[in-house]
């Protein structure tokens, strides 16, 4: 299994830290996981919202240490 | 069903207005929902390939925070929308005849040609329709 993806986007705005992650999605295969962390509350909910519409997959979401976090697997 | 595309159309060079445009349309672009963004009037001129930086943009009452707090270029932010999702961007073909332009004093990269209101209307009917 690949290495997971790590998404540093603390102290980008939103869209920011959602358009890191679309970004990054696109360069991986279909089952990796990337990890975004952001400082913007709303991509704790963005992220996952946006991964429901167009088929990724939400592994995980929370806040840690001050600041949040979305783990994504890509799905097609 | 498939999502109805987004029509935004732009006249302002208010800043507040531009950052909430960008952000609309380059989310919209990158959820599969098709947008065409048609920029008019006085918004052309935040376009035009000799405005730099944040002189670009007309003063407006969120302005000062968004320097100051580095928030991202809405023309950087269109073009991310643009890269990354679909998005078609017009110039309207009255103003730039009204300033004598033509779609080389434009950013680079941005623009998907010209296009008369009436065409941008007449697609909009299929979508829906914002007015910045």
Not at chain 1, 47 to 60: F, L, M, S
């Amino acid at each position: 299994m690949s290495e997971r993806k790590l998404i540093d986007a603390r102290g980008s705005f939103c869209p920011g830290p959602l358009m890191e992650l679309i970004a990054s999605l696109k360069l991986m295969e279909i089952g990796q996981e990337v990890e975004i962390l952001s400082t913007d509350q709303g991509t704790a909910k963005d992220v996952p919202e946006w991964c429901a519409k167009v088929g990724h997959e939400t592994v995980e979401s929370g806040e840690k240490d001050g600041h949040w976090y979305v783990v994504v697997r890509k799905a097609k | 069903m498939a999502t109805p595309p987004l029509f935004i159309m732009l006249s302002s060079v208010d800043r507040d207005k531009l950052q909430l445009a960008s952000m609309i349309a380059s989310v919209a672009a990158v959820s599969e929902r098709p947008v065409h963004v048609f920029v008019s009037m006085g918004a052309i001129k935040v376009f035009a390939k000799t405005a730099s930086g944040n002189d670009r943009y007309g003063d407006s009452a969120f302005n000062a925070e968004l320097c100051e707090k580095n928030a991202p270029d809405p023309i950087d932010m269109f073009g991310q929308g643009k890269m990354l999702g679909d998005m078609k961007v017009w110039a309207c073909s009255m103003v730039l005849d009204v300033l004598g332009w033509d779609e080389s004093d434009l950013v680079d990269d941005l623009f998907d040609g010209q296009m008369g209101l009436t065409k941008f209307l007449s697609d909009a009917e299929e979508g829906q329709l914002l007015s910045m």
